[in-house]
């Protein structure tokens, strides 16, 4: 089981840009799939971005593409998303997650999670 913990949330302004980090504390990052999601005040929890073992494969929210951008360290055991172009909608808690799984599948099971870090997109 992974242990993952999210860092680099924060108040920005629109147009501005954040990294989010994920860092993971387990034996191996290499057998997971690692996804960010979001969830907005009054919203349901949403997938924002997946990436598979390999940094092979990447999948986006149609609302974040060209915008954001996840990565991945498997040496480090660290997976980040750069957020860029960051507008009001873009404000909720933001989660790292993790899959045993090598591709990001759309019915896969999410087992292990962070805490959430806060974005807040405001003037």
């Known amino acids: 089981q992974l242990h993952l913990v999210e860092s680099g949330g924060g108040l920005v302004q629109p147009g501005g840009s954040l990294k989010l980090s994920c860092a993971a504390s387990?034996?191996?990052?290499?057998?997971?799939?690692i996804g960010w999601f979001r969830q907005a005040p009054g919203k349901e929890r949403e997938e924002v971005s997946c990436i598979s073992v390999s940094a092979g494969s990447t999948s986006y929210a149609d609302s974040v593409k060209g915008r954001f951008t996840i990565s991945r360290d498997n040496a480090k055991k660290m997976a980040y998303l750069q957020m860029n172009n960051l507008g009001p909608d873009d404000t909720g808690v933001y989660y790292c997650?993790?899959?045993?799984?090598?591709?990001?599948?759309?019915?896969?099971?999410?087992?292990?999670w962070g805490q959430g870090t806060q974005v807040n997109v405001s003037s």
């Open positions: 997650a993790a899959a045993l799984s090598y591709w990001c599948r759309s019915d896969q099971y999410w087992g292990d």
């Open positions: 387990g034996p191996t990052l290499e057998h997971h799939s």
